[in-house]
């Protein structure tokens, strides 16, 4: 098998978001999928009521011993959980030279819960953006990231910009945290002038738990199969809007989560 993502994140018990939901997203796509687990969470569709962060050296040890053991095509980043972590996660990211990183940056959950400090998300900046391909964060993240109050897709785009100045290839807003139609916003770098491209669909009435690790992952996936940024991010927004309307399932008490089994013709 040629494709092999890696998903570094922490481990949702729920399997709704986190390690579980990135691995069920990479064989969606045909690429076999590995992790490395950065905290224990301690969460349900309703909510975190919890996070135990592993010690960096624990997450370090994992991460090398898959890297020095197969060759991954990408890696996404998901809850990395403190700055010695994120430390970790750079150094090897750069001793193994792997490339098509994804930083979805995460940084508190729907539910309030901290999941990156501050010091955390500065030395996310500092070390990972710079190796990232694309970096995939939601409005309120966007918004903590620049300074940029954002309303509108002209503030987006303004946003994007700033954090590409800190040192990615592309950017990516999600916008469904804006009123009105959503539009996901993507800003990618090039030598004669940024490109920006804007996916817009009607809003839909759901809120569904995970979407931003399905996201990043998806396109981490896509990336590892051999799509350049562009191509991997219109084909994951396009199949995460289809997602929404058709693989969105109830398996607990609080949010749904997707789902979207291969199938197959079964006995029982």
């Given at each position: ?16 978001a ?7 997203t ?35 040890r ?23 972590i994120?430390?970790v ?55 903590y990231?620049?300074g ?36 996901d ?84």
């Open positions: 098998m040629k494709a092999r993502a890696i998903s570094v994140a922490g481990f949702d018990p729920s399997g709704g986190g390690t579980l939901a990135d691995v069920r990479f064989n969606r796509y045909g690429v076999y999928g590995a992790a490395v687990v950065t905290a224990l969470t301690f969460q349900d569709t309703r909510k975190v009521y919890g996070v135990s962060p592993l010690h960096p050296d624990d997450v370090g994992q991460m090398e011993i898959l890297l020095s053991d197969m060759d991954f095509q990408a890696v996404k980043t998901g809850m990395l959980a403190d700055a010695e994120v430390g996660v750079a150094d090897l990211l750069k001793r193994y030279g792997v490339k098509n990183l994804v930083v979805d940056p995460v940084m508190r959950s729907t539910s309030g819960a901290v999941l990156l400090d501050d010091r955390g998300t500065e030395e996310m900046v500092r070390r990972l953006f710079p190796m990232a391909t694309l970096v995939t964060p939601n409005v309120p993240e966007a918004e990231l620049t940029v109050e954002i309303g509108n897709v002209k503030d987006m785009e303004e946003a994007a910009g700033r954090i590409l100045r800190m040192g990615p290839e592309a950017v990516l807003i999600k916008g469904g945290h804006l009123e009105g139609e959503v539009v916003l993507l800003r990618v770098r090039r030598p004669d002038g940024d490109r920006v491209y804007r996916f817009v669909d009607t809003k839909l009435n759901v809120d569904v738990h995970g979407t931003g690790c399905v996201l990043a992952s998806s396109v981490a996936a896509l990336l590892s199969r051999g799509c350049d940024v562009i191509t991997a991010v219109s084909l994951a927004v396009s199949d995460m809007r289809k997602a929404l309307r058709e693989g969105v399932v109830k398996v607990g008490r609080g949010r749904p989560v997707i789902f979207r089994p291969y199938g197959g013709n079964f006995p029982c």
